[in-house]
Nanobody, 127 residues
Framework: QVQLEESGGGLVQGGDALRLSCAAS????????IGWFRQAPGKEREFVAS??????????NYADSVRGRFTISAEDARNTVHLQMNALNSADTAVYYC??????????????????WGQGTQVTVSS
């Protein structure tokens, strides 16, 4: 059984930074992609960023809305994945979810492509 647990959410002001973490237990994800998604009230769950590894190394992928502001990284033999979020604005307010997929590829942006999910952590950015 796989468990994913997010942490690091909170209330910040516009322009501030925040770092989210996703801890995986039950198995390692040395060859599986990990992604971050977010869902604002009344909106669909949307892709934020993902990271995966193949024989040539790590690959990451970002939504256009966060590219250049957010950075995804991994540590602890890839059992912990972080999302560093800089220059936050009110449009970033949402529940952020960590997800894992069986495939190594980080290029999937549809939530249906991810098999495992955490419970989410709230990020609120005040303007």
């Amino acid at each position: 059984q796989v468990q994913l647990e997010e942490s690091g959410g909170g209330l910040v002001q516009g322009g501030d930074a925040l770092r989210l973490s996703c801890a995986a237990s039950g198995r390692t994800f040395s060859r599986n992609a990990i992604g971050w998604f977010r869902q604002a009230p009344g909106k669909e769950r949307e892709f934020v960023a993902s990271i995966g590894w193949n024989w040539s190394g790590g690959r990451d992928n970002y939504a256009d809305s966060v590219r250049g502001r957010f950075t995804i990284s991994a540590e602890d033999a890839r059992n912990t994945v972080h999302l560093q979020m800089n220059a936050l604005n009110s449009a970033d307010t949402a529940v952020y979810y960590c997800a894992a997929r069986i495939s190594w590829s980080p290029y999937a942006t549809d939530p249906a492509d991810y098999e495992y999910w955490g419970q989410g952590t709230q990020v609120t950015v005040s303007s």
